[in-house]
């Protein structure tokens, strides 16, 4: 059973910072491509940032663009979100994602076959 865990959700104030962990089980990530998403209250899940196999290709939305970083660890087999400059409208549910098959990372949420259950992130102001 393929399970992915995020943690390291919190409350913060604006200007702070978090780091987001996936700690994947029951299925080897260092062929896949990695994602992470956030959901709002009363908005769609959206694409945040993502990570291919290697590492060695990344991207991020661009209301995050300087200020998240994501990064993977394969021997571990674990996805970060690195969060800095946090504001307030980045409250949301986070979650980690992984397609099928495929060593890429996707911006449409529908290429993700696996997700995480989600944590929270709460930025005061």
């Known amino acids: 059973q393929v399970q992915l865990v995020e943690s390291g959700g919190g409350l913060v104030q604006a200007g702070g910072s978090l780091r987001l962990s996936c700690a994947v089980s029951?299925?080897?990530?260092?062929?896949?491509?990695m994602g992470w998403f956030r959901q709002a209250p009363g908005k769609e899940r959206e694409f945040v940032a993502g990570?291919?196999?290697?590492?060695?290709?990344?991207s991020d939305a661009d209301s995050v663009k300087g200020r998240f970083t994501v990064s993977r660890n394969n021997a571990k087999n674990s996805v970060y979100l690195q969060m800095d400059s946090l504001k307030p409208e980045d409250t949301a549910v986070y979650y980690c994602?992984?397609?099928?098959?495929?060593?890429?990372?996707?911006?449409?949420?529908?290429?993700?076959?696996?997700w995480g259950q989600g944590t929270q992130v709460t930025v005061s102001s």
């Open positions: 994602a992984s397609p099928w098959n495929s060593g890429n990372y996707y911006f449409d949420r529908a290429m993700y076959h696996y």
């Open positions: 990570i291919n196999w290697s590492g060695d290709v990344t």
């Open positions: 029951g299925r080897t990530i260092s062929a896949s491509g």
